[in-house]
């Protein structure tokens, strides 16, 4: 359900286009879902948030406005399937990220994961043999920058409870975006309204859903599954975009899968979690 509800996102995305530019599509999709942050009101009120971790959720804003900027720009650009398979990337910034920035360790088998990781990106770029057009460079900024937020957010996790961090990030980003949005402000359709409201209803669905799985099971068992997000993607972009099925992108995004599952699996016999599920890297 997770993949479906992310899947609709990237289809609802693709199908408003340029018909909004990228920033305000984005500020308007966080606007719009303000409306679901009023349970979270309370709780963040009630933090008391000191300065430090007020610059902490600035920082993740940030990196977060930059990444859902890029995020949009490559939708309109390139198929949904090579935006689905490069998102897969993000964990394996977060563990490169971790062992930089966070003392984590990366023993030998990590470090070959993720070697195979970024060679499953070359084989979806294939640099020399295609084009690599500004959508896919868009979306490795969109990974890089998801990946840093995702630190950040586990840096406050311990700090503060669950809705804080959510409903701060939709605050801070909101404010975010909104001067990259009035430079390129155009008046919506009703109809394109309706639609990024939609975005933000399956976006918020889908953070729910994916809740539900982390309390049903261990990232061993999800992790594998957010794979099946590469085939929603295939499939919607042939069937209702026309988009040509490349066996490269499904083979690089099955690689780079196939790693992020093996980093995962190598944390719970370790039994420490810094690799976080491909949806949690999500608009």
């Known amino acids: 359900m997770t993949g479906i509800m992310f ?12 018909d909004v530019p990228a920033a305000q599509g984005a500020f308007l999709r966080y606007v719009l879902g303000l409306v679901f942050l009023i349970p979270m009101i309370k709780p963040i009120m009630a ?15 940030l990196v977060h406005t930059v990444a859902v900027i ?13 935006v689905t398979a490069m998102n897969y990337l993000s964990p394996i910034y977060v563990t490169l990220g971790a062992a930089l920035f966070l003392g984590d360790k990366l023993p030998p088998r990590r470090l070959v994961a993720v070697v195979v990781a970024l060679i ?12 690599v057009e500004l959508g896919h460079i868009a979306m490795l900024g969109t990974a890089i920058c998801f990946a840093a937020g995702y630190l950040i957010a586990k840096q406050l996790s311990g700090e503060v409870s669950a809705p804080v ?9 909101t404010i975010g975006l909104a001067p990259f ?8 359709s009703l ?5 990024l409201f939609l975005v933000a209803c399956f976006a918020t669905a889908g953070h729910y859903t994916m809740t539900l799985a982390f309390a049903a099971a261990p990232l061993t068992v999800t992790q594998p599954v957010t794979f099946l997000q590469l085939v929603w993607a295939v499939l919607l972009g042939a069937v209702v975009f026309g988009e040509t099925v490349d066996g490269w992108v499904i083979f690089g995004g099955a690689i780079i899968m196939a790693s992020v599952s093996f980093i995962t699996w190598r944390e719970a016999v370790a039994r ?12």
């Open 7 to 18: 899947v609709a996102v990237t289809a609802i995305v693709k199908h408003v286009g340029d």
């Open 165 to 173: 961090v959510v409903g701060m990030l939709s605050i801070v980003v």
């Open 47 to 61: 933090a008391r948030l000191t300065r430090r971790q007020l610059k902490l959720f600035g920082l993740r804003g």
């Open 120 to 131: 499953g990106a070359m084989v979806i770029l294939r640099p020399g043999i295609k084009a």
């Open 70 to 82: 890029l995020w949009f720009f490559a939708m309109a650009r390139i198929p949904i399937a090579e």
């Open 272 to 283: 420490r979690a810094v690799t976080p599920v491909v949806s949690a890297t999500k608009v």
């Open 181 to 188: 949005a009035a430079m390129v402000w155009i008046t919506p």
């Open 191 to 195: 109809a394109d309204l309706g639609w």
